[in-house]
């Protein structure tokens, strides 16, 4: 037979994009070749997330659609990974996926091609592989920018989460990998790192042998920004999703290093101190507030991001206003908002009810998504005028789209090819609330900056 073909349907966050690209690496590794389609495809493999309840709904809509497809005769092996498998502790969602022909939580991808060789021997697939799925090199497109997953799992068990459940407890990758695969990755001219972890300012490294010895910082996670700012080639560096609580003395004040991007996101998830108490924060409005001036006191003008979930188990209105109130506080630049719905397994789900009725959820949404948009606008329209630097990812006709370095999207009339992958300076035209758009300036302006 010929080489069969995959393709690998992603949900979810940077790390499952990054899970993915291992994937990808494995499958090729053994003689796969990727497919323009999940139609059409030999093995179509869903890798999960469980955040949320629409996320998987989702899943079980496209798993229907391949079912369909296999109706027609072709007989694709189907699997799944990811969250919904790591967490199904009771065995119900894999019950409710039984036509998946295989279902494994994310560490176990290193079997994926012994099972795919018992299920499928014609596909003749062979090849060795690592026995830790982190060791695994993740197969990119050529890209100036990079998901580094630096660790996985989590120990905070915050009451409305799966990711304990789902991933495990936090395994850190060894420092070493994490320099040697960056250092790889800036030879082939990726500017540009995100560095993962569920509690990525936890990082701790297993060989810290390996820090140099002028590195100034006690703290891992801080002398690993360290190290990565002496890699020669790497322009940026940006990392998610850190937690309040490690947001130390050190790792505030590697803000300041010359490659970090001028953008953080720490989720807060609420600003009442009963919910935080409930969702197992560790942390209260109070504290959260003084990390955050720490954080512009450090570095004025920093743009800053955040997580905010309402309607959780409790929630009353004066609670609520306490989130718009410390929202207000922070002056985010942007907030990702989310309807709390509780998932099986996790301690909010046994411990509390889910007493917001929908509607309350959906006003409260509303309102915090109106106040979150009439902020960003207003601070977007703070860039006007403004020159930024920005890592063009994407060109379509002349117009070329990108990241600045606070994060914000941009648009630029007057691109060329060339542009992608390239760190442009743009003057701000036009800022809007979910773009700003702005004109090239000439390279060399880029040294007046
Ligand atoms: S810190 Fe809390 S929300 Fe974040 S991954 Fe861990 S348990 Fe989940």
Redesign the pocket.
């Known amino acids: 037979m010929n080489s069969p073909s995959y393709a690998i349907l992603t949900y979810g966050c940077q790390m499952n994009i990054n899970d993915s690209e291992r994937l990808a690496s494995i499958l090729e590794s053994v003689g796969f070749h990727k497919s323009d389609s999940e139609i059409g495809a030999d093995l179509v493999i869903f890798n999960t997330c469980s955040v949320r309840e629409s996320a998987e709904q989702r899943i079980y809509g496209k798993m229907q659609e391949l079912l369909n497809e296999r109706k027609t005769g072709h007989n694709i092996l189907i699997a799944v990974t990811g969250c919904m498998a790591g967490r199904d502790k009771d065995g119900v969602l894999r019950k409710r996926l039984h036509h998946a022909d295989l279902f494994f939580s994310t560490p176990d991808m290193i079997n994926l091609p012994r099972w795919i060789a018992e299920l499928r021997p014609d596909w003749q697939i062979q090849g060795d592989l690592e026995d830790d799925y982190l060791k695994i090199n993740p197969l990119r497109n050529p890209s100036a920018q990079a998901f580094i997953t630096i660790q996985t799992g ?5 009451t ?5 459940y789902a991933r495990g407890l936090i395994k850190n990758r060894p420092l070493a990998d994490i320099l040697n695969e960056v250092k790889e990755l800036s030879k082939k001219g990726v500017l540009e790192v995100t560095l993962l972890g ?2 990525v300012n936890t990082y701790k490294a297993g060989d810290p042998e390996t820090f140099s010895p002028d590195n100034p910082y006690q703290n891992h996670f801080a002398g690993l920004l360290w190290e990565l700012n002496q890699i020669s080639g790497l322009e940026r560096i940006h990392w998610t ?1 850190p ?1 309040p609580m490690q947001m130390t003395d050190q790792v505030i004040h590697a803000l300041t290093l010359p490659k970090q991007i001028n953008y953080l996101h720490l ?1 807060v ?1 609420s600003g009442s101190n009963e919910m935080l108490r409930r969702m ?2 560790k942390y209260t409005r109070e504290q959260y507030l003084e990390i955050i001036k720490k954080i512009k006191d450090i570095r004025p003008g920093i743009a800053l991001g955040t997580d905010i979930i309402v309607g959780f188990s409790g929630e009353t209105e004066k609670d609520f206003a306490d989130t718009l109130n410390l929202f207000s506080q922070c002056d985010f630049d942007i907030s990702y908002n989310a309807q709390y719905s509780p998932r099986t397994g996790t301690l909010a789900h046994r411990l509390y009810k889910d007493d917001v009725s929908a509607n309350d959820k959906k006003l409260r949404w509303r309102t915090l998504q109106e106040l979150m948009e009439k902020t960003t606008l207003k601070k977007n329209q703070e860039y006007m005028d403004k020159i930024t630097q920005v890592l063009i990812q994407k060109i379509e006709g002349d117009v070329a789209f990108g990241l600045s370095n606070e994060y914000k999207n941009i648009k630029v009339k007057g691109a060329n090819e060339e542009m992608i992958g390239r760190i442009v300076p743009v003057k701000i035209t036009k800022p809007l609330t979910w773009v700003l758009e702005g004109e090239l300036l000439s390279t060399n302006d880029k040294d007046m900056l």
């Open positions: 989590c120990n905070h068990f915050c409305y989460c799966v990711v304990p569920q509690t999703a937690h989720p998830q197992n924060r």
